[in-house]
């Protein structure tokens, strides 16, 4: 098939990055199990932080991929011709990686449409006050059902209920606050927005579900550890706050893009069981300073190999797309 040139980049771009993504998220689909076994064996913020890396490394190499090697290759090697032809694989792979792409912008903008409607509404029927110890304005929604959550992707806000404010002591509000708090120091639902933005390695096919359970469970364990801070006394109202909140029955549905204190019933009682297992703090270790210096050294080095063995990357690269455009 006879295609203009932009058009026949674009195609070997989608074709590229479907390739790369299917393959990387078909490996990383395999080894989800061994990724979730290792995770249970780390703190839970960096379980969170490194099943997270896993499900986006397929996504980041992919987009890599087209970004770094092939536009640069095409748009310096290539010549402009008027037409070339593009071969019936490479437009089926290319179809099949926008079709991957569709569906997950689709995916995504429901929910940020849906996310975006629940945060009006609730800043329209509710007041926004300060509450103590609070850094910024909680909205307070005039409701008696269960919600305390964390809305919003970019400028996150608490949103809580009048039937929480009164179920819950003063300690437990603090603390519960504290959790939410913590999804907003690490940025969970941008990290949210990110997985629903990455398609997985074949369309219509669900791969990464366990990975999305198992980052939803330790980023809510991390939030748990970070509002407890290693105080068993706080560690204690928080079980009391999510066992108060989950009993006050089903609060409105919330949308993947919301992180609520208590997301579902599944994981409760995981939750509970460790928060009255919280151990008093003990001394602090020091920064390894030696392994970040070879961090960056190593980083470096890298850099440095990539920019000489480039103009010989890039020209490989194009033969390759060559046989493969073909
Ligand atoms: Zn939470």
Partial sequence: MNVPYFLRLLCLCLASFFVVNAFAGLGAALASRAAVRMAATMRARTAALFLFVVRLLPFALGIGVVLVLCVPSYLWLEPQATAERVGWACLTLGLLGALGLLLSFARTARAVAASARCNRLWQ??????????????????????????????????????????????????????????????????????????????????????????????????????????????????????????????????????????????????????????????????????????????????????????????LSSVHRLLELFVH
């Fill in 124 to 313: 329209k029927a509710g007041s926004e006050i300060r509450l103590a110890g609070e850094p910024s304005q909680t909205v307070i929604v005039d409701e008696e059902g269960p919600l305390l959550a964390l809305a919003g992707v970019f400028r996150p806000q608490l949103v809580v209920s009048n039937g929480v404010l009164r179920a819950l002591s003063a300690d437990e509000l603090k603390v519960a606050l504290q959790h939410e708090n913590a999804h907003r120091v690490s940025r969970d639902n941008l990290k949210r927005l990110f997985l629903l933005l990455a398609p997985g390695p074949i369309p219509f096919l669900a791969s990464f579900s366990s990975l999305d359970r198992s980052w939803a469970k330790f980023s809510e364990w991390a939030a748990d550890d970070e509002a407890a801070a290693r105080d068993p006394l706080r560690g204690l109202s928080l079980a009391a706050a999510l066992l108060r909140v989950a009993r006050m029955g089903a609060g409105p549905r919330l949308n993947s893009l919301h992180a609520s204190l208590v997301a579902g019933d599944d994981d409760l009682s995981a939750r509970v069981d460790r928060l009255l297992r919280v151990q008093p703090a003990g001394p602090v270790p020091p920064p390894r300073a030696r392994g970040r210096a070879f961090g960056v050294g190593l980083g470096i080095a890298a850099c440095l190999a990539i920019l000489l063995g480039w103009p010989p990357i």
